[in-house]
């Protein structure tokens, strides 16, 4: 089968010992690559029940066959493991160019475990696996620790990947970070390697992936760069970016903000990317094989954060601190998204957690010196979070084990232990159910269904024969993850050019059916193995808050609509309407 090297690598970091195995042709056609491979193998390998932070808990990385190939928006890698945070499921990716030498080390999948005894990070080529001593990296930011790892290798081009000290102490939903800004950011994939004390992992090396059409992805590549790279939707993310979303959220009134008991703010000119034009001066740039150019490499122009630099920040940083926190100047929330960065959090849940605790202040619940719109004493507590110290120590488990501890059950957001990123479902009822069924918790990329609903293409308020489209979009997203590609260009790729990367990559010719089917047996994985890990109906729910708590303006969700959206995917999916899968495996 072309488009793979059919060999995963197991690393075991306990005794400093690696494995090669092959991967069979019908292994590989049954979920592909990326998702669809990386679920199978945490599937297979992961002991059922087992901590996160055990030395037999597994860490998968997996490409896909269009990784290193010319397609547009191709350079991704996948991380899955059970995450730290939620007890489930666990999936997250990045762009940038660590792909690239992850695939060139003639590998499909890399299978972390053990646990070592020392600091270490570890290269991985395509000559071998070796492991180093990383003793003088610990505690260093990921920025640090990037170029020190830069120096220490050899090769051209290798890809880095790097945690802080977040990761280093457990927090968690710490990231792993490469490329300096891209990240894995969410359900805690650092924390996984630094209960390894792995600080970094580096790979490369000169293999081939073998495509089926060589010419043809190339011909391929130039057709789509002619047909799209002026293209409306290029623009808007060339020019924009994802802070283009806080003003359509804004205006319609779905924007998170006071800790979800608000969907807008008057502040949003302050923090959206018009102001990130007036006050960062923000330059595009782009992952390798990406017209998009959605990154942004922004510096503060005047202030008291005057010459800060970072990629960013994304819509979903802004509207966990611009709109959770109602932190009013864009200055202020690069420098937040700089420190988060810097200490290897996950900006999303950082800003939650940080609204959450303004709550709890507020009600009594905690003694500290924090309140909506002061930065300041936000990065005080994220630091506090990172260093485990006081209140942080317990906001470093993460929102749900925080709210129990607090007796704050009633107000925190999430879904399985994961908060739900910067769209409303009080307002866009679709994203509802994305929070509720998602693997991985409260997750908006595995459908990205606010698109739809914000675009008119449906009612946001429609429930009724609203599903349907919905799985159509998460199938969709879904083999995205398997190639893997960027979910960008979800505009640019519908169904047959899908179709057509599978048939240019492997050789391998899918129509439409066939494409939903894979897609489907890769979201069955991922369910078989929540089910495993103990997950039941009522995990594929709303949080009380969102259900019970109008908006301002009185638009809620009601839980009766949500259990419809809910029954009526369970029965789309083929699933009981106990949520479990009809096969006795489950």
């Known amino acids: 089968m072309h488009g793979f090297f059919q060999q995963a690598l197991t690393v075991d970091v306990g005794n400093r010992s690696c494995q090669v195995e092959t991967l069979s042709e019908s292994f590989l056609r049954e979920g592909m690559g990326g998702k669809g491979l990386g679920t199978q193998l945490l599937l297979d390998r992961n002991p059922a029940g087992v901590d996160p932070f055990s030395p037999d808990s597994h860490v998968v990385l997996a490409l896909g066959p269009a990784t290193d190939s010319p397609i547009h928006g191709s350079c991704r890698h996948g991380m899955y493991a059970k995450s730290p945070l939620t007890g489930l499921y666990s999936e997250s990716y990045a762009g940038g160019s660590a792909a690239i030498a992850m695939s060139r080390a003639g590998f499909d999948a890399f299978l972390i475990k053990g646990a070592s005894d020392r600091p270490l990070w570890l290269e991985i080529t395509d000559q071998g696996v070796f492991f180093h001593a990383a003793d003088d990296l610990w505690g260093l930011d990921t920025f640090e620790t990037e170029a020190a790892v830069r120096k220490r290798v050899v090769a051209q081009s290798p890809g880095i990947l790097v945690i802080g000290p977040a990761g280093e102490n457990c927090v968690r939903f710490a990231i792993v970070k490469n490329d300096g800004w891209r990240v894995c ?86 923090i959206n990317a018009e102001s990130i034009r007036q006050h960062c001066q923000p330059t595009p740039k782009a992952c390798r094989t990406c017209f998009l150019a959605c990154g942004k490499s922004v510096r503060v122009q005047q202030g008291r954060h005057q010459g800060l630099t970072l990629e960013g920040p994304e819509y979903e940083t802004i509207y966990a601190f611009g709109g959770l926190c109602m932190i009013d100047r864009i200055e202020e929330i690069v420098y937040l998204n700089d420190l988060c960065d810097r200490m290897g959090l996950d900006t999303m849940s950082s800003g939650n957690l940080a609204a959450f605790a303004i709550e709890a202040r507020r009600r009594g619940k905690i003694d500290l010196d924090i309140d909506y719109n002061q930065p300041d004493q936000i990065a005080a507590l994220l630091k506090k979070i990172v260093l485990r110290q006081d209140v942080g120590g317990l906001l470093a488990e993460g929102i749900r084990p925080a709210s129990e501890e607090l007796g704050l059950e009633d107000i925190a957001v999430h879904v399985k232990g994961l908060e739900p990123s910067g769209y409303d479902p009080r307002v866009l009822k679709g994203m509802g159910l994305a929070y509720a069924v998602a693997d991985r918790g409260a ?13 008119g293409l449906i009612d946001p308020d429609q429930i009724e024969d609203k599903v349907a489209m919905f799985i159509d979009f998460e199938d969709r997203c ?25 048939a240019l990559t492997t050789g391998e010719t899918l129509q439409k059916s066939d494409l939903q089917a894979l897609a489907a047996r890769v979201t069955d994985s991922a369910r078989r193995f929540n089910l495993r890990e103990g997950l039941r109906a009522t995990d594929d729910w709303l949080p009380r808050r969102l259900l019970n708590e109008a908006l301002p303006d009185g638009r809620r969700i009601a839980s009766a609509d949500l259990r419809q959206l809910v029954d009526d995917y369970y029965r789309l999916r083929g699933w009981l309407h106990t949520g479990q899968l009809p096969d006795a495996s489950a």
């Open 443 to 455: 997750c908006h990329l595995r459908t990205t269904f606010y698109k739809p609903e914000l675009s």
């Open 478 to 502: 879904t083999l995205f993850d398997t190639l893997i590609v960027c979910r960008f260009y979800r505009d640019l790729y519908p169904w047959e050019e899908l179709g057509n990367m599978i």
């Open 185 to 270: 950011g969410r359900t805690g994939m650092g924390a996984v390697l630094g209960s390894k004390k792995i600080k970094a992992v580096v790979f490369h090396g000169s293999q081939k992936r073998p495509f089926a059409d060589p010419q043809g992805l190339k011909a391929y590549a130039r057709e789509k760069l002619a047909l799209y790279k002026n293209h409306p939707v290029t623009l808007a993310y060339r020019n924009n970016g994802t802070p283009m979303m806080v003003d359509i959220l804004n205006k319609a009134g779905g924007f998170p903000s006071r800790y979800w008991s608000q969907g807008s703010v008057r502040q949003f000119e302050n």
